[in-house]
């Protein structure tokens, strides 16, 4: 009977640590090609030696090309009655180097841990921004290679303009923390962030400095059709919205955006209306116009797959007033070959036309490819293309 207890009371132990083992997941992507991009490269060029108002063209093995190269780890603890704690930790490299994707930074892409269970998740860290989950799942090209979405999504015009970044299209932001419901009435989910700094540690001295973010995402999937809408809203901190006519200093960005997709099966289409508005505390020193930066993009595209390849088309038109600078447009087509469920050959042309106010670039996703202005490229007005193909598996 002692020996049957003493058995017991082992067996209880032993299902006692596997009930609160963590399983964690080993996964990344690597991905290398070739990208050449030709045309408006170095057209009104100021650097020393280079021909100003000539085209140019430029050759590059890179990786990450349509999706960057990482290495992450992700893992679950069952911590009983549905709820389960969660985290990831995801880092980005240079494939063509083997370099960190920031220097000195570790897990850039993704930095996040929470809890999940009947309520939803919630998580906090470095978080991926509802905007950039919404309008890169709507992307042909999956915010990846020279057709992505943003390379007309922005204006180089708003982003030297106090310092404002890629806040007009945001990806990531630090020091978040993000609520993510269950589905319900048959396939809606919302999603709401804030994060009490939008890049970098918080101010040590004032919380009043730091760019505040809150998010919201609502969105619909059932079946072949998926719509949504999302708002963003970034406060910028008073440091950064110190001001002189010189400099204008930033007030505040928001983004929204409405699309969706229907899925055909022999094809998939997809659009989205996004709308962009940047704040000043001088809008005098922002345009000569004396007005706040707006944009408007605009984006139709489809997939359509045929056996072990798939088809990519979109067209994207970005229209701008005052300091975002005219109108860009880009064409976009790609076609995929799918040597197994992890490898894909893929490749990719898109052509970018800037009218006479408006300065965009062709780039090669996350290796910051893209020639803009301060890059060699001064000049509105022309035109850019690019070509790339490569190869990525994911393991």
Known sequence: MQKKLIALAVAGLASTAAFAQTNVTIYGLVDY?????????????????????TPNSQ?????????????????????????KAVFLLEQGFMLDTGLQQTSGSQFTRQAYMGLSGNFGTVVGGRLYTPHYTFVSGLDPFGAGTVGRYNNVYSSQQIVS????????DPVRVDNAIAYVSPSFLGGLTATLAFSNNANLQEDSNSNSNNNTVYAGLLKYENGPI??????????????????????????????????????????????????????????????????????????????????????????LYSDGNSAAGGD???FAIGLDYSLSKRTVVYSAYSFINNDDQRLGAVGDASNSGAYSAGNG????????????VGVRHSF
């Open 33 to 53: 090609g070739y990208t050449y991009r030709f045309d408006g490269k170095n057209a009104g060029s100021t650097i020393p030696g280079v021909n100003t108002g």
């Open 59 to 83: 050759s590059q093995f890179n990786g990450g090309q349509s999706l960057g190269n990482r290495i992450g780890f992700k893992g679950t603890e069952d911590l009983g009655n549905g709820l």
């Open 161 to 168: 303009i106090a310092n404002v970044g890629n806040l007009t």
């Open 226 to 315: 998926t719509a949504g809408v999302n708002y963003h809203y970034i406060n910028a901190g008073s440091r950064a919205s110190e001001a002189t006519l010189l400099a204008p200093g930033l007030k505040n960005v928001q983004n929204a955006t409405i699309g969706g997709s229907y899925d055909f099966k022999v094809a998939k289409v997809m659009a989205l209306y996004s709308y962009n508005d940047v704040d000043f505390v001088n809008a005098l020193a922002a345009g000569s116009d004396n007005k706040n930066a707006t944009l408007n993009n605009y984006m139709i595209g489809v997939t359509a797959p045929f056996g072990k390849f798939t088809g990519k088309a979109s067209y």
């Open 328 to 330: 860009a447009q880009q």
């Open 377 to 388: 490229y001064t000049l509105p007005g022309v035109f850019q293309q690019g070509v790339q």
